[in-house]
C-alpha cells in the first residue's frame, strides 16, 4: 500500500543543511500496525509528515496505492488528507476557537455530512478517548493529556484508512495511553486500518505488528512480531 | 461548494464566538471611523450646496424664472405672462423683475452694482429681501426716491467687512446718487440696508420697478425676468412643462437649471474637493480594512495550516475570512451609521456657521450612504479573501511551523 525509496528529507540547504532523513525505504501493507520509533531528532516526525502528504520529499519515491505522491495536485493531496488519512500532530494542532466537539465535527461537515451525523461521530469518538463529558471545552481548558486526546478523537472519528500518530501517547498517563492504545487496536483489527505510530515507550511495542526504527535519519532496523 | 460554504460559515461563527473581543471592537472602531470619513465630509458638502441653492431660490430665480428669448433685453408684456403663470395650477406666486448696471455714489465713492427694480408688495410671497432688512425699512408701494442697497455695498456687512469695494458706511436715511447704464442720473434716500450673507444678494441694490421703468423709458410692462414660486417643492420641473404648456414663448427655467451652470462654478472647486475627499477616503479606508484583516489573517496563519493539514478545503477557508470580514465591517457600518446620525443629529441642532451667519446643516444623502456601505462591503470581501488566499497557498508546513 506505501512504498517509500530512498526517501531524503533535507531541511535548508548546501553545507548547513539539516539532513533530516538520509534516504529510507520501506513497504507497508494494508492494515499493518507499525511503531515508528528512534531517538529524539532521529526523523520520525519528519517521515510522519512526508508519508500523510503535510510535507514533500527532498529526494527519493513515494507510491501511496500505486499512485506517485509527487505527481498529485494540491487539490487531490487535500482530498486525501481528509478522507483517507487522519493524522494525530505531536503538538496536537488544535484550532483554539473550537470547542473539542467542533475540532472533530469539522471534518465530517467538510465530508458533507450533516451537522447532526456530524456531532454524533464527533461525540462517538470523544467518547472512545474518555472525552466526552468534555466535549464543550475549547482546547485552552483542557489539560495537555486532554489536548492531545482531542488531537486523536479527530484523526479517528472519521475511521481513515490510513491513521498517522505521531506520539500520541506523549502525555498521557498508563491508564489513559492504555486506553488509547486499544482503541488504535480495536480500529486495526476491526476495521482493518492501517496504523503508523511514533513512539517512545517500548512497552507500546506489544501492540503492534512491526518496528522500524530510525537513527539519525536513516532506517536501521525493521522488525516484524509474531503474535 | 455547498460543504465549503458550510465549513467557513463554521470556522467564522467559532472565530467570532471565541475570539478576542476587545480585538473585536478595535477593528469595529476603526471600521466606524472609516465608513463616517467616507460619507461625513460629503454630508457637510451636501448641506453647503443646499444652503447655496436655498439662496438662489430665496432671491434671483424662485422656483422657476422665465427669461426673454434669444438677444431680446426685455420680456415684453411681462403682465400678460404673469397672467398666464398665475393661472398654472400649483404656482404659488409670481412677480415680475427689471434687473440693470448702475453705479452708486456717496462722498465721492463709487461702487458698481446691479439694481433690480421689483414691486415691494408681490416680493413678500416670492422672496426674501423684505425679511432681510437689518437697519431701515423695506419698499412701499409708493417707494420712490427710495433704494434698499445691500450691506456689502454700504459698508455694514460683517461679513463681507472691506472683502468688496464700498461706500464706507452709509446707514439708512443717507443719500446716494446712482448712474444708470444710460447715462440717466438719480438720488436716492437709503430707505433700508439689506443683509443677506450672500453676494448676489448684500452687492446688490433694489428700487421701485416703476423706477427703472421711468429711468429707462419702458412701456407695456418689460420684465428682465418673471420669477415664479410654487406650492410644493419639487413640483418645478412639471410648472415649468405647465408654463411652457400655458403659452409662455419666452424661455422658462427651474432653479435647479439656472443655478446649474453657477452652482457648477461656484461648486466646482467643491465639487472637486468632494471627488478627491471621497477618493481619498476610499483609499485610505481600503488600505486600512486589508491591513487589520490582514493582520487578522496572520495571527491565524497556524489554524490556516492545520485546518489544511487536516483536509479542509482552501476554498472554505477563504470563504470563512471573506464571511469574517463581511461580519467586522457590517458591525463596523453598524457603528458608524450609529455615530453618523448622532453626529448628524447633532450637527443639525448646532450647525456649523460659516461667515458668521451662513448656517451650514449636513445634508442626508441615502445614495451616498448605500453608495458607501456597498463599497465597504465589497472592500472587506477583497480585504478579506486576498490575504487568507495568499496564506491558504502556502505550503502546510510552513503555515503551521513557522512565523
Ligand atoms: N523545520 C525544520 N527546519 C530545520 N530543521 C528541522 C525542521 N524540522 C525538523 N528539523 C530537524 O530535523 C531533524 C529531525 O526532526 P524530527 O522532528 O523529524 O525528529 P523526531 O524524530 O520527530 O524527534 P522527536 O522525538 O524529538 O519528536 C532534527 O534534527 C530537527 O532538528
Ligand atoms: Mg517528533
New interface residues.
Given amino acids: 500500500m506505501i512504498i517509500v525509496k530512498n526517501l531524503k528529507r533535507y531541511y535548508g540547504t548546501g553545507e548547513t543543511a539539516v539532513k533530516a532523513l538520509r534516504g529510507v525505504s520501506f513497504e507497508i501493507n494494508k492494515g499493518e500496525f507499525v511503531a515508528i520509533m528512534g531517538a529524539s531528532g532521529s526523523g520520525k516526525t519528519t517521515l510522519l ?1 512526508i508519508l500523510a502528504l ?3 520529499a527532498t529526494d527519493g519515491e513515494y507510491t501511496i496505492r500505486g499512485l506517485k505522491v509527487s505527481s498529485l495536485p494540491e ?1 487531490e493531496r ?6 483517507q ?1 487522519g ?1 494525530v ?1 505531536q503538538d496536537y ?7 473539542a466537539a ?1 475540532n472533530v465535527y ?2 465530517s ?4 455530512k450533516s ?1 447532526k451525523e456530524s456531532y454524533e461521530t464527533a461525540l462517538e469518538a470523544l467518547d472512545k478517548v474518555g472525552l466526552k463529558e468534555k466535549h464543550n471545552r ?1 482546547p485552552d481548558e483542557l489539560s495537555g493529556g486532554e489536548k492531545q486526546r482531542v488531537a486523536i478523537a ?1 484523526a479517528i472519528a472519521k475511521k481513515p484508512d490510513i491513521l498517522f500518530a505521531d506520539e500520541p501517547c506523549a502525555n498521557l498517563d498508563t491508564r489513559n495511553s492504555k486506553q488509547v492504545l486499544d482503541v488504535f487496536k480495536e480500529l486495526n483489527e476491526k476495521y482493518g486500518q492501517t496504523i503508523i505510530m511514533v513512539t517512545h515507550e517500548p512497552w507500546h511495542t506489544e501492540y503492534v505488528d512491526r518496528v522500524i526504527t530510525l537513527e539519525d535519519g536513516s532506517l536501521v532496523s525493521d522488525v516484524q512480531k509474531r503474535r | 461548494m455547498i460543504n465549503d460554504i458550510r465549513v467557513g460559515a463554521l470556522i467564522a461563527y467559532c472565530s467570532v464566538k471565541r475570539g478576542n473581543k476587545k480585538t473585536l471592537m478595535f477593528i469595529v472602531f476603526v471600521l466606524s471611523l472609516i465608513f463616517m470619513n467616507l460619507v461625513f465630509l460629503p454630508s457637510m458638502i451636501g448641506g453647503m450646496t443646499v444652503l447655496f441653492t436655498g439662496m438662489m431660490q430665496d432671491y434671483p430665480y424662485g422656483d422657476v424664472v422665465i427669461e426673454p428669448t434669444g438677444d431680446n433685453t426685455y420680456i415684453n408684456n411681462a403682465d400678460n405672462v404673469l397672467q398666464k403663470v398665475r393661472a398654472v395650477e400649483g404656482v404659488r406666486a409670481a412677480t415680475k423683475r427689471l434687473d440693470v448696471g448702475a453705479s452708486i455714489e456717496h462722498k465721492q465713492k463709487v461702487v458698481g452694482v446691479t439694481v433690480t427694480g421689483l414691486l415691494p408688495t408681490e416680493e413678500y410671497e416670492i422672496s426674501r429681501y423684505p425679511y432681510i432688512i437689518t437697519e431701515g425699512d423695506f419698499l412701499g408701494e409708493l417707494s420712490r426716491d427710495e433704494i434698499i442697497i445691500g450691506a456689502a455695498i454700504a459698508g455694514t456687512s460683517p461679513v463681507f467687512g472691506e472683502i468688496y469695494d464700498n461706500l464706507g458706511e452709509v446707514r439708512a436715511g443717507s443719500l446716494v446718487d446712482v448712474t444708470y447704464s444710460n447715462g440717466v442720473k438719480r438720488t436716492y434716500k437709503v430707505k433700508g440696508i439689506m443683509e443677506g450673507t450672500f453676494e448676489l444678494v448684500d452687492l446688490n441694490a433694489l428700487v421701485h420697478y416703476k423706477e427703472i421703468e421711468e429711468v429707462y423709458g419702458l412701456e407695456e410692462s418689460k420684465a428682465t425676468s418673471v420669477v415664479v414660486r410654487v406650492d410644493k417643492q419639487g413640483t418645478e420641473e412639471q410648472i415649468q412643462d405647465k408654463i411652457r404648456e400655458a403659452g409662455v414663448n419666452e424661455q422658462v427655467f427651474t432653479w435647479a437649471d439656472k443655478s446649474e451652470s453657477l452652482i457648477r462654478q461656484a461648486m466646482q472647486s467643491l465639487g472637486a474637493i468632494d471627488v478627491m475627499s471621497k477618493f481619498v477616503s476610499l483609499i485610505v479606508g481600503a488600505a486600512l480594512v486589508l491591513i487589520i484583516i490582514y493582520i487578522n489573517v496572520l495571527n491565524r496563519k497556524k489554524e490556516i495550516g492545520i485546518l489544511k493539514a487536516v483536509g479542509i478545503t482552501p476554498g472554505s477557508i477563504v470563504l470563512s475570512y471573506a464571511f469574517l470580514s463581511m461580519f467586522y465591517v457590517s458591525l463596523g457600518i453598524f457603528a458608524g451609521l450609529v455615530l453618523y446620525f448622532a453626529l448628524m443629529l447633532y450637527f443639525q441642532a448646532n450647525p456649523v456657521v460659516f461667515y458668521e451667519t451662513m448656517e451650514i446643516r449636513p445634508q442626508i444623502d441615502p445614495v451616498l450612504l448605500i453608495q458607501s456601505i456597498v463599497t465597504m462591503l465589497t472592500l472587506s470581501v477583497i480585504a478579506g479573501t486576498l490575504p487568507a488566499w495568499s496564506v491558504s497557498k502556502e505550503s502546510i508546513l510552513k503555515a503551521i511551523w513557522s512565523r
Avoid: H, P, Q
Fill in positions: 509528515r503535510l510535507d514533500d487539490a487535500s482530498y486525501y488528507r481528509l478522507t488519512v493524522y500532530f494542532a488544535l484550532i483554539n476557537e473550537m470547542s467542533e469539522i471534518l461537515m467538510m465530508e458533507g451537522r475549547i479527530r
